[in-house]
T-cell receptor
Framework: GAVVSQHPSRVICKSGTSVKIECRSLDFQATTMFWYRQFPKKSLMLMATSNEGSKATYEQGVEKDKFLINHASLTLSTLTVTSAHPEDSSFYIC?????????????FGPGTRLTVT | AQSVTQLDSQVPVFEEAPVELRCNYSSSVSVYLFWYVQYPNQGLQLLLKYLSGSTLVESINGFEAEFNKSQTSFHLRKPSVHISDTAEYFCAVSDNTGGFKTIFGAGTRLFVKA
């Protein structure tokens, strides 16, 4: 089956620094990847849709200059949280749709827990 | 635009009892419907999905869900739960026009007690 990995699984950083999270599709090429944020005991909030070779499409209310998304290849998308603050602490999850997929099934990475101190 | 409502935030149930997790959706277009499961500190895994055809869909581990268009529901059921079914369950909807955008419900925490 389609496998999506994320790195790192956990990261702790100081306020004001930037953190990069990688999302990789391991056994398929993903033209579209999604980034979600999950608050404790809450649902997934779609942050942005990442398309290979083009600019990401951000959801309303998500700061594009704070959450930089790069989808440089068909197997890798990165999310960089710039000038992180404690309120950015969250569980970040990426997902990918397989090419040719017509049913919108998404394959999820295991998530990255970010803690900003 | 689509929206998803999961009516129960938590469902405690004893082992081997039946369970139903409720999900209602709204959409102005035809949709695909999904149930995902999330175990602690993990990503989401697809449990089952409805695309078209038979309104009753089943997973390999005994869950089933029925698409009810008139009631705009996609409730998840299992006749006999196990301790290992304890997890967060998310109902999700996406339109079938190729946009790939998926909207998730708030989740239901299923807690199976011995």
């Amino acid at each position: 089956g389609a496998v999506v990995s994320q790195h790192p699984s956990r990261v702790i950083c100081k306020s004001g620094t930037s953190v990069k999270i990688e999302c990789r599709s391991l056994d398929f090429q993903a033209t579209t990847m999604f980034w979600y944020r999950q608050f404790p005991k809450k649902s997934l909030m779609l942050m942005a849709t990442s398309n290979e070779g083009s600019k990401a499409t951000y959801e309303q209310g998500v700061e594009k200059d704070k959450f930089l998304i790069n989808h440089a290849s068909l197997t890798l998308s990165t999310l960089t949280v710039t000038s992180a603050h404690p309120e950015d602490s969250s569980f970040y999850i990426c997902s990918a749709s397989a090419p040719g997929s017509w049913d919108n099934e998404q394959y999820f990475g295991p998530g990255t827990r970010l803690t900003v101190t | 635009a689509q929206s998803v409502t999961q009516l129960d935030s938590q469902v405690p149930v004893f082992e081997e009892a039946p369970v139903e997790l409720r999900c209602n959706y709204s959409s102005s277009v035809s949709v695909y419907l999904f149930w995902y499961v999330q175990y602690p500190n993990q990503g989401l895994q697809l449990l089952l999905k409805y695309l078209s055809g038979s309104t009753l869909v089943e997973s390999i581990n005994g869950f089933e869900a029925e698409f009810n268009k008139s009631q705009t529901s996609f409730h998840l059921r299992k006749p006999s739960v196990h301790i290992s079914d304890t997890a967060e369950y998310f109902c999700a909807v996406s339109d079938n026009t190729g946009g790939f955008k998926t909207i998730f419900g708030a989740g239901t925490r299923l807690f199976v007690k011995a």
